[in-house]
Every structure is written in structure tokens, then in C-alpha cells.
């Protein structure tokens, strides 16, 4: 990644807010008598998580596992290992699994397969952002927010080596200049 750069905004904050409201009423109307375990991928999803569940009126669980991807580089590695483990059982629970950014599957679908050995009574995915271009291994995404396109982007819970978390939209990151 250049030193140079620019961010550019690709999903503002009522676009952002609209996905969530459609993927809420969805997973309401999919699991709202199924107290269901909604697993946020750290760090990336704390954000969509936080802003999704208070969409969502009805009893459900929340837990977070971590996994290594990225690091400080912008490349996954395709190695995959979790950093920070659940706390709850999985067995028997209706499991979803609540992403930011599906990019090569690589990671998630290291977790999905980690997830199943558990025994899940259900297990589905909802990522946030879909960069199918990218796609290394096929993944399910049940409920989908936007495809974006093969950039990378910060914002809204995504970082650039720990920066940009904190910014409430998703922005392109360009290099500026030679
Ligand atoms: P994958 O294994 O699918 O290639 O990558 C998964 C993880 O890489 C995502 O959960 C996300 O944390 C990170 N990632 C993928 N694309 C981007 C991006 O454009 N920006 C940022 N900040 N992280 C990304």
C-alpha cells in the first residue's frame, strides 16, 4: 500500500443504514422464536453487529470469536488460525455467524467448517460486504448486505493496520499519485 493515498466514500452512512434494516427484518423474520447464537468475527464486525442486533427485537445471544487474517498487510495469507476463542456452546444452537467483509473465503470459510465440527442445530452467514471478484474458495452468504468491488476499503468497524475503525462510513482507499 502506497504512503500516499485517499479515502473515498462507497457506502455512506443511510446506505449503510437501509442494508441493515433489510438483513434485519430478514433474520427476523427467519429466526425471531429460535433464540439464536449470533457470532460477530472480531474485529471487523463489531460495528455491523452492534448496529444490526439493536435492529433486532426479539431474544437472541451474542458471542464473538477472532481469527487471524490480515495482519498489517492487505493480502490474506490463506492461513487461518482462531486468536480468541467462544465462550458459549454451539452444540444444538441455531449459529449465525455475522461477518464484515467475505473478500477470497478463505477465513470464513475456515470458520464455517470450524463451526460445523461443533454440531450446530443451523449454521448461516451474513456478511456485511461481498467482494466476489476476489473469491478463492465458494461461499454461502445467506444474508448478503452490498457487493463492493475489488478495493480496499476502511470504515465502519474494517481497519487499515488498526486505523479508520472508527469512521461511521465504509471508504475506497486510493493510491494517490505515482
Ligand atoms: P478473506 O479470508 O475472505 O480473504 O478475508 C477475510 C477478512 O479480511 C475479512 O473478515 C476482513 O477482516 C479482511 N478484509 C477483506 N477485505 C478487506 C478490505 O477491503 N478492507 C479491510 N479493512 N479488511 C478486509
Known amino acids: 500500500m502506497t504512503s500516499s493515498f485517499k479515502l473515498r466514500i462507497l457506502l455512506t452512512r443511510q446506505e449503510i443504514e437501509a442494508a441493515i434494516r433489510k438483513l434485519a427484518a430478514e433474520i427476523s423474520h427467519d429466526y ?48 487461518v488460525r482462531v486468536v480468541h476463542h467462544l465462550c458459549s456452546e454451539v452444540a444444538g444452537r441455531d449459529v449465525l455467524v455475522i461477518e464484515d467483509i467475505v473478500d477470497t473465503g478463505l477465513t470464513i470459510a475456515f470458520l464455517l467448517d470450524y463451526l460445523r465440527k461443533k454440531k450446530p442445530a443451523s449454521l448461516r452467514l451474513c456478511a456485511l460486504a461481498d467482494k466476489p471478484s476476489r473469491r478463492r474458495v465458494p461461499v454461502v452468504i445467506d444474508y448478503p448486505g452490498f457487493t463492493v468491488p475489488d478495493q480496499f476499503l476502511v470504515g465502519y468497524g474494517l481497519d487499515w493496520d488498526e486505523r479508520f475503525r472508527n469512521l461511521p462510513e465504509i471508504y475506497a482507499v486510493d493510491a494517490d499519485g505515482p
Open 32 to 79: 425471531r422464536d429460535r433464540y439464536p447464537l449470533l457470532i460477530g468475527v472480531l474485529k471487523g464486525s463489531f460495528m455491523f453487529l452492534a448496529d444490526l442486533i439493536r435492529n433486532l427485537d426479539f431474544p437472541l445471544e451474542v458471542d464473538f470469536i477472532r481469527l487471524s487474517s490480515y495482519g498489517g498487510a492487505t493480502e490474506s495469507s490463506g492461513k
